[in-house]
Antibody, heavy 122, light 110 residues
């Protein structure tokens, strides 16, 4: 079935790095824009980044620009988020999510992973 | 850019209707018909309920409907059921290749 499975979360010290992965299955991964969205404990959702179908167009929220890097490998049906210079306020569940329209961009997310927890603490 | 504004809570009895608002600005909700709504049960991933202001994805009950007027979008849940109790989030394309979410509304079915 159509699904996204994140991995790579964990506990990291402030200033450290972490790489999240998202494995897609059940659909043609290369046909969809993909997103990372996070949710701090007890808080709301926050858009982090997105990549176009080919990876040629990428955008980030101001809060992570210069520290996070999104990428994708369509041959491996995988999405990644390299997180550097991590801060306490990056602590959150990180979800990967699929754009709801094929080869389009309407900023609606129809498939979500289960999320992976990232905790930044000394 | 600030988050979209939602009431922190809403409630209704089974069978009743409840409407949740989501207020933005002329730069986001007011400029684009790319408003979505998500339902999130505790410990679960969000689920898309409405896209493009009023479109219901396959499988979403027609008790859920969306609308927009000016800078404010709304989600209406008709015929409330116990399983509708959850957190609801709105989102909107906000220009400059960015996306905004609302702070979330906790819907309680009395």
């Amino acid at each position: 079935q159509v699904q996204l499975v994140e991995s790579g979360g964990g506990l990291v010290k402030p200033g450290g790095s972490l790489r999240l992965s998202c494995a897609a299955s059940g659909f043609t991964f290369s046909d969809y824009y993909m997103y990372w969205i996070r949710q701090a404990p007890g808080k709301g959702l926050e858009w982090v980044s997105y990549t176009s179908t080919s990876g040629s167009t990428i955008h980030y929220a101001d809060s992570v620009t210069g520290r996070f890097t999104i990428s994708r490998d369509n041959a491996k049906n995988s999405l990644y988020l390299q997180m550097n210079s991590l801060r306490a306020d990056d602590t959150a569940v990180y979800y990967c999510a699929r754009e709801s329209v094929i080869r389009g961009l309407i900023s609606a997310f129809d498939i979500w992973g289960q999320g992976t927890m990232v905790t930044v603490s000394s | 850019q600030s988050a979209l504004t939602q009431p922190p809570s809403a409630s209704g009895s089974p069978g009743q209707s409840v409407t949740i608002s989501c207020t933005g600005t002329s730069s986001d909700i007011g400029s684009y018909n790319y408003v979505s709504w998500y339902q999130q049960h505790p410990g679960k991933a969000p689920k898309l309920m409405i896209s493009e202001v009023s479109k219901r994805p396959s499988g979403v009950p027609d008790r859920f409907s969306g609308s927009k007027s000016g800078n404010t979008a709304s989600l209406t849940v008709s015929g409330l059921q116990a399983e509708d109790e959850a957190d609801y989030y709105c989102s909107s394309y906000a220009g400059s290749n960015s996306v905004l979410f609302g702070g979330g509304t906790k819907l309680t079915v009395l």
